[in-house]
């Protein structure tokens, strides 16, 4: 089975500092991660996936991702926050023996203060 | 890119009343969409994932006759909320994504906020 662990309810953080918000995933195979995040009511926008190669996924809107296979993790980090990114914050896995089905984290809410 | 429409974006209805959800692939098509449900500050519980000229495949303790979904075409899934009462309100949100690949991200629409009085 396949799991997503978004251990933090909310980060806070001012503008302009760096702001990470983290994954850790469990799954059986290979990992297929993504990023989405998400405005008030609106639904998810895609940020950046890993597939396979390079460990560190750029994406967008200054979003990178670093995937960790040791430690399983695939944190999400933007060098410079600004008031726009806040919102939530969705890390999903998909293990490449189900097809299209997503696993989502709880989410982290994500506050920059001017 | 790939974009997904959803429609209506917002629903307030008396209970009894049933109440259908339209999920359209603008620009690529989909034999594969997945319906969610989101309540406040919570994440995405998938309900089903919907299978264009085919029965939908419904998760775990989803009611199939109380969601229905239907997949006519290769660009659109409906999702119909029969005979809904209060505690069926939620934000519904569907995706897509193009191609038949796994690896591809799926595309999300703007969610259906759903309140029944």
């Known amino acids: 089975a396949q799991s997503v662990a978004q251990p933090e309810d909310q980060v806070n953080v001012a503008e302009g500092n760096p702001l990470t918000v983290k994954c850790t995933y469990s799954?059986?195979?290979?990992?297929?991660l993504f990023w989405y995040v998400q405005y008030p009511n609106r639904g998810l926008q895609f940020l950046l996936k890993y597939i396979t190669g390079d460990n560190l996924v750029k994406g967008s809107y200054g979003f990178e991702a670093e995937f960790n296979k040791s430690q399983t993790s695939f944190h999400l980090k933007k060098p410079s926050a600004l008031v726009s990114d806040s919102a939530l914050y969705f890390c999903?896995?998909?293990?490449?023996?189900?097809?299209?089905?997503?696993?989502f984290g709880a989410g982290t809410q994500v506050v920059v203060t001017p | 890119g790939a974009v997904v429409s959803q429609h209506p974006s917002r629903v307030i209805c008396k209970s009894g009343t049933s109440v259908k959800i339209e999920c359209r692939s603008l620009d690529f098509q989909a034999t594969t969409m997945f319906w969610y449900r989101q309540f406040p500050k919570q994440s995405l519980m998938l309900m089903a994932t919907s299978n264009e000229g085919s029965k939908a495949t419904y998760e775990q303790g989803v009611e199939k006759d109380k969601f229905l979904i239907n997949h006519a075409s290769l660009t659109l899934s409906t999702l119909t909320v029969t005979s809904a009462h209060p505690e069926d309100s939620s934000f519904y949100i569907c995706?897509?994504?193009?191609?038949?690949?796994?690896?591809?991200?799926?595309?999300f629409g703007d969610g259906t906020r759903l309140s029944i009085l």
């Open positions: 799954v059986s195979g290979n990992p297929y």
């Open positions: 999903a896995v998909r293990d490449i023996n189900s097809w299209g089905k997503l696993q």
């Open positions: 995706s897509a994504g193009p191609g038949n690949v796994g690896n591809q991200p799926q595309h």
